[in-house]
């Protein structure tokens, strides 16, 4: 079984950008799907963006032309870079993924998962 360990979150300003980390012991995310996801205070768990090597990424719409995921060329480490952040998204960030490399936007569907790291974004 993966195990994951997410890192970079922090605060930082309205507009800002941040960047997470997932990265990956035991073995490679590379036939896995790995998803980001969000919880912020007093709200759901939602799904942010996903990715994996056959399909590619894809994202939810609240973050499409600001966030990007990405992978390091061994898929070893898995990004979610964010820029443009509003207050709004302020949230316990966690990677997580899934052996069927599904890029479900179901948190359900994740076998595996990071212990989450805090975004504060200021106004």
């Known amino acids: 079984q993966v195990q994951l360990v997410d890192s970079g979150g922090g605060l930082v300003q309205a507009g800002g950008s941040l960047r997470l980390s997932c990265a990956a012991s035991?073995?490679?995310?590379?036939?896995?799907?790995v998803g980001w996801f969000r919880q912020g205070p007093g709200k759901e768990r939602e799904f942010v963006a996903a990715?994996?090597?056959?399909?590619?990424?894809t994202y939810a719409d609240s973050v499409k032309g600001r966030f990007m995921i990405s992978s390091d060329n061994t898929w070893n480490t898995v990004y979610l870079q964010m820029n443009s952040l509003k207050p709004e998204e302020t949230a316990v960030y966690s990677c997580?993924?899934?052996?069927?490399?599904?890029?479900?936007?179901?948190?359900?569907?994740?076998?595996?998962w990071g212990q989450g790291t805090q975004v504060t974004v200021s106004s």
């Open positions: 997580a993924a899934d052996r069927r490399s599904r890029r479900s936007r179901s948190w359900e569907e994740y076998d595996a």
């Open positions: 035991g073995r490679t995310l590379s036939t896995y799907a």
């Open positions: 990715i994996n090597w056959y399909d590619g990424s």
